[in-house]
């Protein structure tokens, strides 16, 4: 089946920058079989160069960013993907909470800090929610 017919048949596009294979591939299953369409990147380097990729920066509905990564850390990818798509929702997920980063990071247009191991509802809940945040964004640029 062509991406572009894929497309059509999902929720939204989502992607998820994780250094743990684990973590990711979990994630990327429970967003997947919910409907929606995944890209993964292992570390901020590559989830910035995902949305560079193609049509991605158009397409991506949600970013799902872990925090502690190895070449672009969380934050510095997460400052990148503000500055750069700033209608994009960002959910923050770590193994390694911090309160005052949270409070940074929300205070920085972070929409939820979730700390690992996330619950399948709760994942899906809070991306659900950041999908009507999305369509608010995307409606308030065209008014």
Not at 85 to 113: H, N, R, W
Request: hydrophobic share 50%.
């Amino acid at each position: 089946m062509a991406l572009g017919m894929h497309m059509h048949d999902t929720k939204g596009r989502i992607l998820v920058v994780d250094d743990d294979h684990d973590s990711r591939m979990i994630i990327a299953h429970q967003l997947e079989k919910a409907g929606y369409d995944v890209v993964e990147a292992a570390d901020g380097e590559q989830g910035i160069q995902a949305m560079q990729c193609g049509d991605n920066a158009l397409l991506i509905d949600i970013i799902i960013c872990d925090i502690r990564m190895p070449k672009v850390n969380g934050v510095e990818a997460i400052e990148y993907f503000r500055a750069q798509f700033p209608s994009i929702p960002i959910i923050v997920i770590t193994g390694f909470p911090d309160m005052q980063l949270a409070v940074s990071l929300l205070k920085k247009g972070v929409l939820e800090y979730l700390v690992k191991p996330i619950e399948t509802k709760e994942l899906l809940d809070t991306v659900n929610n950041a999908m009507v945040v999305r369509g608010t964004m995307l409606a308030a640029s065209v008014a």
